[in-house]
């Protein structure tokens, strides 16, 4: 007699960081078979057997460099999953990107599912989502059904959404914009208190207290520094800027991204807060 667990889906899981880690572990202790696939041991052997798999979760990095926003690795990735599988990526990528995925691999059900997990939390963020929202690349028969068997499978969530994949998308930029907008802001203001001799915890402690601001930006000095930092930021506010300049473009707008983000690179050059990150967007001058 087969047991619950051979009845699920098999489960793979392309890219073994604090996201695809940490969103795998959760499969497995909700009693998922998963396939495991990473360039790091010990999950190099594992590539082939991805192809067998139902579904395909794709954590996988997508850098910003100086010469822009770059998807390639997903492309490599998605290219693993078996004809006829499903995909959800998770990797972070500009609006539009997952239909470009869906055009060049028809013979994959491709989403886009955006991730909101804070590396420090990682394991319960993933197990405990706020969100879950599934993108869709094409409104037909295979990718309804798809995203149905899909979102059975996540975590339960208090809001849960299935939407045009562009829509996903701009979710998720929107969420990592946010913070990064308010991080700048903050420090903007813990420099305005300084000049005022003011105590920044008595100002801190009361802006956790509202209910109308995101309270785990409001501390300027965090980590090794002052800024926005972190694996996703500094890349993914540099890739906005550079969509809402290519796509929008008026000049105001510009002008306020460009200002926000010349401020953010200051802060953490001042304090010298993750210069590694900041030389692989911005290029080794930016240090």
């Not at 539009?96 to 691999?105: H, I, M, R």
């Not at 991204?257 to 953490?268: P, Q, R, T, V």
Request: one cysteine or more.
């Amino acid at each position: 007699m087969a047991s619950i667990s051979d009845t699920k889906p098999l489960i793979g899981f392309v890219g073994q960081g604090y996201i695809g880690k940490n969103y795998a572990d959760d499969f497995e202790q909700r009693g998922y078979r998963t396939v495991r696939y990473a360039l790091e041991e010990p999950y190099q052997g594992n590539k082939e057997k991805i192809r067998d798999c139902d579904i395909v979760f794709i954590a996988v990095p997508t850098p910003t460099t100086p010469e822009g926003f770059d998807d390639s690795i997903v492309r490599e990735a998605i290219a693993l999953a078996g004809v006829g599988k499903t995909v959800v990526v998770k990797s972070t990528i500009v609006p539009g990107t997952t239909k470009s995925f869906q055009a060049q691999y028809p013979d994959r059900v491709i989403f886009y599912s955006p991730e909101f997990l804070s590396e420090a939390t990682a394991a319960h963020d993933a197990a405990h989502p706020f969100s879950n929202i599934l993108g869709s690349a094409a409104d037909d028969a295979a990718h309804q059904t798809a995203a149905e068997q899909v979102q059975a499978m996540l975590p339960p969530a208090p809001f849960a959404q299935i939407c045009d994949s562009t829509e996903a998308e701009l979710i998720k930029y929107a969420h990592n914009g946010n913070g990064f907008v308010a991080v700048v802001f903050f420090n903007l203001m813990y420099d305005l208190a300084q000049k005022f001799g003011a105590d920044w915890s008595a100002v801190e402690k009361a802006l956790r207290a509202d209910p109308f601001i995101p309270g785990q930006y409001t501390k300027p000095l965090h980590k090794s520094g002052r800024g926005a930092g972190g694996h996703c930021f500094i890349k993914d506010f540099a890739a906005l800027r550079d969509l809402y300049e290519a796509r929008v473009g008026d000049m105001a707008g510009v002008a306020a991204f460009s200002a926000l983000e010349a401020k953010n690179i200051a802060l953490l050059k001042e304090s010298g807060k993750d210069s590694d990150l900041l030389e692989g967007v911005y290029g080794p001058d930016s240090i």
